[in-house]
């Protein structure tokens, strides 16, 4: 009786694997277009980034007016305050909001990278710490090469994460509609012969 329950999710992802597959080619569509055209790519995700902050600004001002308190009314307005210009400022320059975010992606990522390498060297007696180390090194070195080239490649840096992304998750939604096309693992064969049928 479990099986049946396990196997009821599967054959309802299994029907519609032809929606995943869509979603996979349209998300890689839109990322090789975001491949061609860096600039265009880049502009498009401060947009997204200054809905976001347009989004939690209000958020956090409509919360203002819930909580009592004159400190807590002060914190929430003042942060939706600074969501909404932040937001507002990506809209009329995107291209000075870029730089900004390019700068941050690049402090980011040599934090993150530093981080990655003394936990790393902190696992030095487990195994594959070597890996660890190598990642965070990698990650650093980015930053620091992003940081390098700033302010002119911010112009197109957010515009290949962004087409990046989309391509990888283009090509994981193609992999995992094709995937549950061929239905589940056949589990017979890791059975124990006591459970088998004969």
Known sequence: MT???????TSQLQSKWIWFVGLGVLLLV????????????TVVSVYYVGMLM??????YLVHAFQVRGWDHVLFWVLSGLLYVLAGICAFINPILTSAALTLFLSLALVVAGVFRTWVGMRMKPTRRWRFIVASG???ALAGFV?????????LWILGLFLAADLTI??????????GIRSGPVDSGASAPLSDRSF
């Open 3 to 9: 099986d049946v329950f396990n196997a009821v999710p």
């Open 30 to 41: 839109c990322g090789l277009i975001a491949l061609g055209n860096l600039m265009l790519a």
């Open 54 to 59: 347009l989004f939690g600004g209000v958020t």
């Open 137 to 139: 090194v990698i990650t």
């Open 146 to 154: 992003i940081a390098l080239g700033w302010p002119v490649n911010s």
């Open 169 to 178: 998750q283009g090509w994981t939604m193609i992999a995992f509609g094709l």
